[in-house]
């Protein structure tokens, strides 16, 4: 694989971080600004809202800037919102801060998934795409665990600054690995949007919507579960995040992997068993051995259909891929901020904190019902589709392709 996609790792590392440490957060900021769990966890939210938001608007200001040059300025608007969060006086500008870094989020995966993908052979798309996002969920073993354990211990504005300091180094890596790479001619803005009424298109970004919603339905609230229902201490949360971030590796590499081979036949398996695992999870919370290979699962269940999921993407958006690659990040985030929602509701309204499980479960089975009738849909229209690789994008025009 080339040296560039440690690039694009390494400023995923830094997203991945910022994305998901504050969930073993949460009731350090809650009790420093003084609000509830739930009121906290739009930190979340408005993180995952912010990625909705960004990853178009993002993705469309850069039409008219080399894809690489839009991967630095991207880090660089990273740092500012992480330094914001850092030093915010209030939860209101926390929440700002969290949102400007968000904006960052969606284009950069989505700008560097086409990155990843134009690397490599049309055989190898999706574990090039795994590659990148293995920078995303080596955070969740890393960068996760130590930024709670630092907050815990010393503060979790430092974690956030170091937070910033990752993105500094993300944006150097990109400035010296990635390559130059001029945007293909023939393809403008319109190309992109007319990508967005392939059917298959959408149906794959609901697929994201409520696959990976479940598991952050969730894996938001897995702190105040994990220590008022399986009985861990406060310290517990950081390997538990490990284990969470383990499985995410595992699934996300397996999903690469897998994914060039049988695409359909592996979102069916992961959506599946993930659906099943969370309702699971509601009885396996009321005990430490079993809440912690549970966690596990859901990482490695729920990653294992990123790969998939922006590949098929990438081949049903035809030679024009940007826009629908980004937007198809913005589902991921939109599913976490819905999920995240709806935990809050069900926690708020008194049904305790593994309720969020059901809310997650209930997600993931409809994401399954997506993935058949997209199948169902593909085989009616008689078109090769994506279920086995991607080699017949190179039939397409030259100006049109990724």
């Given at each position: 694989?080339?040296?560039?996609?440690?690039?694009?790792?390494?400023?995923?590392?830094?997203?991945g971080?910022?994305?998901?440490?504050?969930?073993?957060?949460?009731p350090?900021?809650?009790?420093?600004?003084g609000?509830?769990?739930?009121?906290?966890?739009?930190?979340?939210?408005?993180?995952?809202?912010?990625?909705?938001?960004?990853?178009?608007?993002?993705?469309?200001?850069?039409?008219?800037?080399?894809?690489?040059?839009?991967?630095?300025?991207?880090?660089?608007?990273?740092?500012?919102?992480?330094?914001?969060?850092?030093?915010?006086?209030?939860?209101?500008l926390?929440?700002?801060?969290?949102?400007?870094?968000?904006?960052?989020?969606?284009?950069?995966?989505?700008?560097?998934?086409?990155v990843?993908?134009?690397?490599?052979?049309?055989?190898?798309?999706?574990?090039?795409?795994?590659?990148?996002?293995?920078?995303?969920?080596?955070?969740?073993?890393?960068?996760v665990p130590?930024?709670?354990?630092?907050?815990?211990?010393?503060?979790w504005?430092?974690?956030?600054?170091?937070?910033?300091?990752?993105?500094v180094?993300?944006?150097?890596?990109?400035?010296?690995?990635?390559?130059?790479?001029?945007?293909?001619?023939?393809?403008?803005?319109?190309?992109?949007?007319?990508a967005?009424?392939?059917?298959?298109?959408?149906?794959?970004?609901?697929?994201?919507?409520?696959?990976?919603?479940g598991?952050?339905?969730?894996i938001?609230?897995?702190?105040?579960?994990?220590?008022?229902?399986?009985?861990?201490?406060?310290?517990?949360?950081?390997?538990?995040?490990?284990?969470?971030?383990?499985?995410?590796?595992?699934?996300?590499?397996?999903?690469?992997?897998?994914?060039?081979?049988?695409?359909?036949?592996?979102?069916?398996?992961?959506?599946?068993?993930?659906?099943?695992v969370?309702?699971?999870?509601?009885?396996?919370?009321?005990?430490?051995?079993?809440?912690?290979?549970?966690?596990?699962?859901?990482?490695?269940?729920?990653?294992?259909?990123?790969?998939?999921?922006?590949?098929?993407?990438?081949?049903?958006?035809?030679?024009?891929?940007?826009?629908?690659?980004?937007?198809?990040?913005?589902?991921?985030?939109?599913?976490?901020?819905?999920s995240?929602?709806?935990?809050?509701?069900?926690?708020?309204?008194?049904l305790?904190?593994?309720?969020?499980?059901?809310?997650?479960?209930?997600?993931?089975?409809?994401?399954?019902?997506?993935?058949?009738?997209?199948?169902?849909?593909?085989?009616?229209?008689?078109?090769?589709?994506?279920?086995?690789?991607?080699?017949?994008?190179?039939?397409?025009?030259?100006?049109?392709?990724?």
């Amino acid at each position: 694989m080339p040296l560039a996609l440690l690039a694009l790792a390494i400023g995923a590392f830094g997203i991945g971080t910022t994305e998901f440490v504050i969930m073993g957060l949460l009731p350090e900021v809650a009790g420093d600004f003084g609000v509830s769990i739930p009121t906290a966890g739009h930190l979340v939210t408005g993180y995952a809202l912010g990625v909705m938001l960004g990853a178009p608007l993002m993705t469309v200001l850069g039409t008219k800037i080399s894809r690489k040059r839009m991967l630095m300025l991207l880090m660089g608007l990273f740092v500012v919102g992480n330094l914001l969060s850092a030093l915010a006086p209030a939860f209101g500008l926390m929440l700002t801060g969290r949102v400007i870094a968000s904006l960052a989020h969606g284009a950069f995966f989505g700008i560097g998934s086409v990155v990843a993908a134009d690397l490599v052979a049309p055989d190898r798309k999706a574990g090039a795409i795994a590659l990148m996002f293995t920078g995303l969920t080596v955070a969740n073993v890393v960068g996760v665990p130590l930024g709670t354990l630092v907050g815990q211990s010393i503060g979790w504005r430092v974690t956030f600054a170091a937070v910033a300091a990752l993105g500094v180094a993300g944006l150097a890596g990109i400035a010296a690995l990635v390559p130059d790479m001029p945007r293909p001619e023939g393809v403008r803005l319109r190309h992109e949007l007319a990508a967005l009424k392939n059917a298959q298109v959408l149906l794959a970004m609901g697929m994201t919507v409520l696959g990976f919603g479940g598991v952050f339905a969730a894996i938001t609230y897995i702190a105040p579960m994990m220590t008022e229902v399986a009985g861990f201490a406060d310290g517990s949360v950081t390997w538990l995040l490990v284990l969470f971030g383990l499985g995410m590796v595992g699934g996300n590499l397996v999903g690469g992997r897998y994914a060039d081979r049988a695409l359909m036949p592996m979102l069916y398996v992961s959506l599946g068993a993930l659906a099943a695992v969370l309702a699971l999870f509601t009885l396996t919370a009321h005990n430490k051995v079993t809440a912690a290979v549970t966690v596990a699962l859901v990482g490695a269940l729920g990653f294992a259909t990123v790969a998939p999921l922006q590949k098929r993407v990438l081949d049903h958006a035809h030679g024009a891929p940007t826009l629908a690659s980004a937007l198809n990040i913005g589902a991921f985030n939109f599913g976490n901020a819905l999920s995240a929602w709806l935990g809050g509701l069900v926690i708020a309204a008194g049904l305790g904190y593994t309720a969020p499980n059901w809310i997650g479960a209930l997600l993931a089975a409809a994401a399954l019902v997506l993935a058949l009738v997209s199948a169902a849909l593909e085989r009616r229209a008689g078109a090769p589709g994506t279920a086995r690789t991607g080699p017949a994008s190179a039939e397409r025009p030259a100006a049109l392709t990724h």
